[in-house]
């Protein structure tokens, strides 16, 4: 405790000079990126294989993530997974989200669909510029689903050219994605 007020008193009474400053505080930076990138590159590794100075590197922060690391996968490090993707499609309005969301639940093309209301979307379509207020629907499935769900919503759309677009899931919560295999069609 002495030191700490030690130290408080003599750092107040010093005046720091701003170049000082200017020309240590990219310095700090520095050494603050190079060990949070040292420690994300040491992560996806196990401890046992890990090089002798990750201790001395590795905050609490990402201890806890190791060992959390049995609750979450990367895609391609654990060939047990199906490849699962995200695909957002917009919709016009509340009941043609919930129609279209209920039928592609139905039919096993996602395990699930979540509506997020209150979009707005700004858009060129036959050279004018529009705003629409929107309906987002985030739809969690298999990659091997992309083509029938294009498909499906191509065919229970409103829209002439509907959004669908997908982004791949590279990783996650183990039992979540075993979950999304189980809800979905083969």
Not at 2 to 31: C, M
Not at 125 to 150: A, F, M, Q, V, Y
Not at 151 to 169: D, R, T
Request: some cysteine; proline content about 6%.
């Amino acid at each position: 405790m002495r030191v700490s007020l030690f130290w408080n008193w003599k750092w107040r009474r010093r005046k720091i000079q701003p170049r000082v400053v200017r020309r240590r505080l990219p310095l700090v930076g520095a050494i603050c990126m190079l060990g949070l990138g040292v420690s994300s590159l040491v992560l996806p590794y196990s401890v046992a294989s890990s090089p002798s100075f990750v201790p001395l590197i590795s905050s609490r922060f990402s201890a806890r993530t190791l060992s959390r690391g049995a609750h979450t996968v990367r895609m391609e490090a654990n060939q047990t997974i199906v490849p699962s993707i995200v695909v957002y499609v917009t919709v016009p309005n509340k009941e043609a989200g919930v129609k279209l969301a209920n039928s592609i639940v139905k039919e096993r093309l996602a395990a699930c669909v979540n509506r997020v209301p209150g979009v707005e979307s700004i858009y060129e379509w036959n050279g004018e510029i529009h705003t629409d207020s929107e309906e987002l629907l985030i739809i969690k499935t298999r990659e091997s689903l992309l083509g029938p769900l294009t498909e499906h919503v191509k065919a229970n759309h409103e829209y002439e050219v509907p959004e669908v677009i997908s982004l791949p899931i590279t990783g996650g919560n183990l039992e979540y994605l075993e979950w999304i295999k189980k809800s979905t069609r083969d």
